[in-house]
């Protein structure tokens, strides 16, 4: 664990996930800071499993709680709110959260609905009807055919989305506070794979700022100075900067 505390390992992480879609980002961070051994693994786990990983992830290595600014849509106050991520993690051990649930509609039919994966996700955000396409990959009727989604009326489609909202998990973590100016309850969904890649795309460049300094002051090559542990690399920084004499 604390994979990414390496900055060699945080610079590949980043590379990688920064060539993939952003649905897909956290997906491929989680596997390359080696919580899933393998990429395709990791990518057909359900997304409530991936934000779990996410949030693991991201207490051990950024801290456990994350702050985030939510707007109250009543009175626009601004509000501070903390979410720990250890609440995130258990929301994915609830035992609603699974791979596939049995949905009954009125008449007696019933559809299996699964958990949407990140491949799912991919896929939804290259067509031109990214909800239909989920649909397509998620429902399955009884005997395993698929489903016309056009043959699903409203009340159905209600069903099926709230089943895959069970199922998502963690994924779907939704912060929940009061505004102390107006009492009126603020709910912003949060999305804790986003949240990991912002801080992983945030210390990367910080990163490669401070190994182009070495490299101009010493003359190193980027493999020395990331080799170098952190103790070292800061004190080298410091007498490259004229301090530390
Ligand atoms: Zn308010």
Do not use: K
Not at 36 to 45: H, M, P, S
Not at 99 to 122: K, M, N, Q, W, Y
């Amino acid at each position: 664990m604390g994979a990414l505390r390496d900055p060699g390992r945080l610079l590949v992480a980043w590379e990688d996930a920064a060539g993939a879609p952003p649905v897909a980002r956290g997906t491929v961070l989680v596997h390359r800071a080696g919580l899933v051994d393998d990429v395709d693994t990791a990518l057909d786990l359900p997304i409530g499993a991936v934000a779990s990983l996410a949030a693991r992830l991201y207490a051990e290595e950024f801290g456990a709680v994350v702050s985030g600014i939510l707007t109250c849509h009543s009175c626009e106050q601004r509000l501070d709110v903390e979410l720990p991520m250890d609440s995130v993690v258990a929301a994915s051990q609830d035992e609603s959260v699974g791979a596939e649930s049995a949905v009954a509609l009125s008449g007696g039919r019933r559809l299996l609905v699964r958990a949407p994966t990140t491949r799912d996700l991919v896929a939804a955000g290259g067509s031109h009807d990214p909800a239909r396409e989920l649909l397509n990959r998620c429902v399955r009727a009884e005997d395993n055919a698929p489903v016309d989604a056009d043959g699903l009326d409203d009340a159905a489609l209600t069903l099926v989305d709230a089943a895959a909202e069970e199922l998502a998990g963690s994924a779907a973590v939704v912060v929940r506070t009061a505004c102390p100016s107006c009492g009126t309850e603020v709910a912003a969904p949060l999305d804790v794979a986003a949240l990991l890649w912002d801080r992983v795309a945030y210390a990367a460049p910080a990163i490669l700022a401070e190994v182009a300094e070495l490299a101009a002051a010493f003359g190193w090559a980027e493999a020395e100075v990331l080799a170098l542990t952190p103790v070292r690399r800061r004190t080298y920084l410091e007498l490259a900067r004229g301090g530390a004499r």
